[in-house]
């Protein structure tokens, strides 16, 4: 049982291993410029896993540490200079668990409060720790880097997923015509967020563009799965069109995009937590996710499984495994 100075954690203290072990740790004060949250749930993403496994290797932070990306919670406490919180705001950002700042996966952590936006009123604090790493990345690749605007087609490649989901709904709310590729079994999912679904598993690149742009290619690409989906993404695009990726990480030829002219944006949404640059922005993304959600423009899809503190390595192989359907989420209280 935790103190008023003590909290629990899973903590990771072996890569080789990947266990998350409960332990009691001190509880965080915040400092200049930060708020310590009541953490009430934990999004996990696809990041959570590889960082517990040491797979990535540009975000991890040195052991032992406490992991989690994504948080909901009640601010308790506010540290010197923080002027656009108070005590007892609920809040939700993307605050964590990479190099030197402590995760979400503990009952309190002190955080950049430019990293935090006020929790969407109509969304329980499980939708909202479902939101922030995938709205933010759907975000920056669609607005900030393609500037998507009414009357565009946008194809979103991977759209059940997590990302996916949310460019759907972003490019629907900005006006554009939304399509996502998908698999035969997640094809209502996409058309439930109002995208026009495209069975990659029966329909060519060439088919589909044909078939929904007369074979010129969408106004913005957004690539949520790297690789292949990447590189058919470039011819995708229609001449001097845009493509965005937040799996770009691999080899491409960029030749094909490039002999038409295609704009690639690579979208690494972690930096701002990693640099420092950029925190600010973060926090404005995340209003205008509250601002659509509370409009209902916004859902996130949630995953059936349900997870306690306790249970958040469990929590991490589902989410690895493929067989979860939306956001999975760890309850920390």
């Keep these: 049982m935790s103190s008023s100075l003590t909290m629990r954690a899973m903590v990771l203290d072996d890569y080789a291993t990947g266990t998350l072990v409960e332990k009691t740790v001190p509880r965080p004060s915040p ?7 009541r953490i009430v749930a934990s999004g996990v993403n696809p990041i959570d896993n590889k960082i517990r496994q040491g797979l990535a290797p540009y975000a991890m932070p040195e052991l032992p540490a406490i992991l989690g990306t994504d948080l909901a919670g009640v601010i308790a406490e506010t ?23 402590q995760g979400s996966l503990a009952e309190y952590a002190a955080v ?28 920056e690749g669609l607005v900030d880097r393609a500037g998507i605007h009414a009357g565009q087609s946008v194809l979103v490649k991977g759209g059940a997923g997590g990302v996916g989901h949310m460019a759907i709904q972003i490019a629907v709310a900005h006006g554009a015509k939304a399509y996502a590729t998908a698999s035969s079994a997640k094809q209502e999912i996409v058309a439930a967020l109002g995208a026009t ?52 990480f691999a080899a ?51 995953d059936r499984h349900s997870f306690t503190l306790t249970a958040a390595q469990d929590a991490h192989i589902v989410q690895g495994s493929g067989n979860a359907v939306g956001k999975i989420i760890v309850d920390i209280v």
């Excluded at 929790?119 to 975000?139: D, G, H």
């Design 112 to 139: 950049d409060c430019a990293l935090l936006a006020l929790k969407p009123k109509n969304l329980s604090m499980r939708e909202a720790a479902a939101i922030p790493l995938v709205f933010l990345t759907a975000w």
């Design 252 to 302: 491409h030829n960029l030749a094909p995009g490039s002999l038409r002219c295609v704009t690639l944006s690579g979208i690494f949404v972690l930096l701002p937590m990693l640099s420092g640059e950029g925190r600010t922005h973060h926090g404005e993304i995340l209003r205008q996710a509250a601002r659509l959600a509370e409009e209902g423009k916004l859902k996130p899809l949630m």
């Design 79 to 101: 540290g010197p200079g923080v002027t656009g919180f108070q005590v007892g705001d609920e809040v939700f950002g993307l605050t964590g668990g990479v190099r030197g700042l």
């Design 31 to 37: 400092r200049a410029g930060e708020v310590l949250v």
């Design 197 to 248: 679904p495209i069975n990659y598993g029966i329909k060519s690149v060439a088919e589909y563009v044909r078939d929904h742009t007369n074979g010129r290619g969408f106004d913005v690409v957004y690539d949520t799965v790297g690789g292949q989906s990447l590189d058919e993404s470039l011819i995708a695009a229609k001449p001097y069109g845009h493509v965005a990726s937040c799996a770009a």
